[in-house]
T-cell receptor, first 118, second 113 residues
C-alpha cells in the first residue's frame, strides 16, 4: 500500500511554544490530506481536511488560528500547533487519500506524532 | 450525518479461534465504503480490509473477512485463526464520496494464549 510518513514521531515542548508536524506521502501524490487527533483510549477525531493549494477545511470546534495547516505541495502537509498548552497534548495522525484503487478511496495513515506540552 | 457504531469496547479470544468484531453504520447514501483499521500500541493505523457498498461479495484479505449485510447496515470484521499479534484496537470506518473517513469508537481485542 501507499506510504505516508510523519515527522517528528515524538515532541515535548514548553507551554506557549509552537510545534510543527510534517506529513508526507512518499510514493503518491495527495491532493487531499487529513489531520486527526486521538486522545488516550478514544477514537480518531477529524480536525481538518488539508487541500493542496487552498485553505484547509476545519471541523466544528477546531480553532483554525491555533492549528495552522499548510498544504504547499502534492506530497506535503504541515500542522502547526501555535502557542501550545498542556491540553493540546495528544496523538496527532495525518492521512492521505490514495487515488481510487480496488480499495476505493482508501486513506493511508502516517505513524502519528505524540505531542506532550509541559 | 454519518454515524458508525462499535458496541464492543473490548473482546477476548483464544489463540487460533475466530472472532467477530461488530460494526453498524447509518447513512442514506447509496454509494459508500466501509473500512477496518488495526491500531497496535505503537499507534499506527493499519488498513485491513475494504467493502464497497455495491460489492456483491463479502471482502476477504487473508485471515480477515468482512461480513457485509447491507439491509442491516452492518459490516462486521471476522478474524480467523487469531494470533497473539492480533491484540490491538480495531476501528471500523465509513466513507462517503469526497469526504474523510468517520471512525467508530473502536474495539480492543485481546488474544489469549
Amino acid at each position: 500500500g501507499a506510504v505516508v510518513s510523519q515527522h517528528p514521531s515524538w515532541v515535548i515542548c514548553k507551554s506557549g511554544t509552537s510545534v510543527k508536524i510534517e506529513c508526507r506521502s512518499l510514493d503518491f501524490q495527495a491532493t487531499t490530506m487529513f489531520w486527526y487527533r486521538q486522545f488516550p483510549k478514544q477514537s480518531l477525531m477529524l480536525m481538518a481536511t488539508s487541500n493542496e493549494g487552498s485553505k484547509a477545511t476545519y471541523e466544528q470546534g477546531v480553532e483554525k488560528d491555533k492549528f495552522l495547516i499548510n498544504h504547499a505541495s502534492l506530497t506535503l502537509s504541515t500542522l502547526t500547533v501555535t502557542s501550545a498548552h498542556p491540553e493540546d497534548s495528544s496523538f496527532y495522525i495525518c492521512s492521505a487519500r490514495d487515488p481510487p484503487s480496488r480499495f476505493g478511496e482508501t486513506q493511508y495513515f502516517g505513524p502519528g506524532t505524540r505531542l506532550l506540552v509541559l | 450525518a454519518q454515524k458508525i457504531t462499535q458496541t464492543q469496547p473490548g473482546m477476548f479470544v483464544q489463540e487460533k479461534e475466530a472472532v467477530t468484531l461488530d460494526c453498524t453504520y447509518d447513512t442514506s447514501d447509496q454509494s459508500y465504503g466501509l473500512f477496518w483499521y488495526k491500531q497496535p500500541s505503537s499507534g499506527e493505523m493499519i488498513f485491513l480490509i475494504y467493502q464497497g457498498s455495491y460489492d456483491e461479495q463479502n471482502a476477504t484479505e487473508g485471515r480477515y473477512s468482512l461480513n457485509f449485510q447491507k439491509a442491516r447496515k452492518s459490516a462486521n470484521l471476522v478474524i480467523s485463526a487469531s494470533q497473539l499479534g492480533d491484540s490491538a484496537m480495531y476501528f471500523c470506518a465509513h466513507l462517503l464520496r469526497n469526504t474523510p473517513l468517520v471512525f467508530g469508537k473502536g474495539t480492543r481485542l485481546s488474544v489469549i494464549a
